[in-house]
């Protein structure tokens, strides 16, 4: 049998508000985006990944990873997407068990237009809570919960889009 320790003191208070404050900016932000541009927190997520890959494209199972949904979860959302015609499937052409999703010129106009009214949310709901020197020391210790990976491309670097 293993002994438990107690946690230190402050821990469960501070997961607790992290959880706390965690689902309620989600809430808030999700709900302006949903109202403003037809959009959800996740859909703007992709999008804005999309958008900041090289030449607007990644695997579908590594966008899975960094929204953090399943294989299914990543599929209906990028089936919505799509339907809007903001993200299209892309193929690998050297590899055909590789797929991708592939910002469109639409999507990122999409996402233009969506990215004044979420900044400004951030900055009335987040920002404004916290002066610089908290925001910097927050930004370190949440760093260490979660750490950035870029998402592999297609061998060669090639990508055909399927139109």
């Known amino acids: 049998m293993t002994s438990r320790q107690a946690l230190p003191a402050g821990a469960l208070t501070a997961w607790a508000s992290y959880l706390r404050g965690h689902a309620a900016l989600s809430r808030a932000l999700n709900a302006r985006l949903v109202a403003e541009h037809g959009l959800t927190l996740n859909d703007y997520e992709v999008l804005l990944l999309l958008s900041r890959a090289p030449d607007g494209y990644l695997k579908r ?31 690998c052409p050297t590899d055909a068990r590789v797929t991708y999703a592939v910002v469109t010129e639409v999507g990122l106009a999409k996402l233009a237009e969506a990215t004044e009214t979420h900044l400004a949310d951030l900055e009335e709901l987040f920002v404004t809570r916290f002066d610089e020197s908290e925001l910097a020391l927050l930004a370190e210790l949440l760093g260490r919960l979660a750490g950035d990976s870029e998402g592999e491309h297609c061998p060669g670097g090639a990508r055909a889009r399927n139109t």
Do not use: M
Not at 65 to 86: D, F, K, N, W
């Open 61 to 91: 199972v590594d966008l899975a990873q960094r929204v953090l949904l399943t294989p299914s979860g990543i599929t209906r959302l990028l089936g919505g997407l799509e339907s809007a015609g903001y993200v299209e499937k892309g193929s």
